[in-house]
C-alpha cells in the first residue's frame, strides 16, 4: 500500500529531523542548501515559542504516513506598500531525494498558501546551477522569471539564482 504525501505541523518529536537538514553539513542539507554550523537550540527554541507558524512565516513537515520526509518553509517577501508574496523553500532528507518528494511537497504548499492567505504571488530561487531543484519548481507548476546575479552567499562566495513565481490564477484550487 502507498501512502500519499502530505504536510503536517512539526511536532516536538519532528526536530532532531529537521534540525539535521538544517545543521549537520552538505552530506544531509546537499550542496545547495548547507549554509554553515548554526545556533543549535534555535529550532527547538522557536517551535516553543510557536510552533514554526507566524503570520509571516511557517515551517511545515514533510512525510509520508509516518515517516518524515523533509520540510517546507515560506516566508513573507514586501512587494509594495499593499501587498505581499510568499517566498517559498524546501528541504529533503538524502534517502527522500529523487522521486518527486520535493514538487509535490512544494505543490501542496503552494495550494495551501493560496487556500488559507490572500497574496497572488508565490516565488522560489534556487542556485542556477541546482538542476533538480529548478526541474521540481517547474514541475509544480513556476515560471522561471529570471537570474538574480550575485544574489545568494554560500561557502565562501556569491552565487546567481534562478528566480520562480506562480500566480493565483494558475493553480486550481478546488
Same mark, same amino acid.
Given at each position: 500500500?502507498?501512502?500519499?504525501?502530505r504536510?503536517?505541523p512539526a511536532?516536538?518529536?519532528d526536530? %532532531?529531523?529537521?534540525?539535521l537538514? #538544517? #545543521?549537520?553539513?552538505?552530506?544531509?542539507?546537499?550542496?545547495?542548501?548547507w549554509?554553515?554550523w548554526?545556533?543549535?537550540?534555535r529550532?527547538?527554541r522557536?517551535? *516553543? *515559542? #510557536?510552533g514554526?507558524l507566524t %503570520?509571516? +512565516?511557517?515551517?511545515l513537515?514533510?512525510a *509520508?504516513?509516518d515517516?518524515?520526509?523533509?520540510h517546507?518553509?515560506?516566508?513573507r +517577501?514586501?512587494q509594495?506598500p499593499l501587498n505581499?508574496?510568499?517566498?517559498i523553500g524546501?528541504?529533503?532528507?538524502?534517502e527522500?531525494r529523487g522521486?518527486?518528494?520535493g514538487?509535490?511537497?512544494?505543490?501542496?504548499?503552494v495550494r495551501?498558501?493560496?487556500a488559507?492567505t490572500?497574496?497572488?504571488?508565490i516565488d522560489a +530561487?534556487?542556485?542556477?546551477? #541546482?538542476a533538480? *531543484?529548478q526541474?521540481a519548481l517547474?514541475?509544480a507548476?513556476?515560471?522561471r522569471e529570471?537570474?538574480?546575479r550575485?544574489a545568494?552567499f554560500?561557502?565562501g562566495?556569491?552565487?546567481?539564482?534562478?528566480h520562480?513565481?506562480?500566480?493565483r490564477?494558475e493553480v486550481?484550487l478546488?
Open positions: 500500500m502507498t501512502t500519499e504525501i504536510l503536517r511536532t516536538r518529536e526536530l %532532531p529531523v529537521l534540525d537538514l #538544517n #545543521n549537520s553539513g552538505p552530506e544531509t542539507a546537499s550542496a545547495f542548501g549554509f554553515g548554526n545556533d543549535p537550540a529550532l527547538t522557536r517551535w *516553543e *515559542e #510557536n514554526l %503570520p509571516d +512565516s511557517g515551517n513537515v514533510v *509520508e504516513g515517516e518524515v520526509l523533509g517546507v518553509s515560506w516566508h +517577501s514586501q509594495g505581499h508574496s510568499w517566498n524546501a528541504g529533503i532528507l538524502p527522500a522521486r518527486g518528494v514538487t509535490t511537497a512544494q505543490r501542496l504548499l495551501y498558501l493560496f488559507h490572500q497574496v497572488n504571488r +530561487s534556487t542556485d542556477v546551477t #541546482n533538480a *531543484e526541474r517547474e514541475k507548476g513556476f515560471t529570471g537570474i538574480l550575485g545568494h554560500r561557502n562566495s556569491f552565487h546567481d539564482m534562478a520562480y513565481s506562480i500566480l490564477h486550481a478546488d
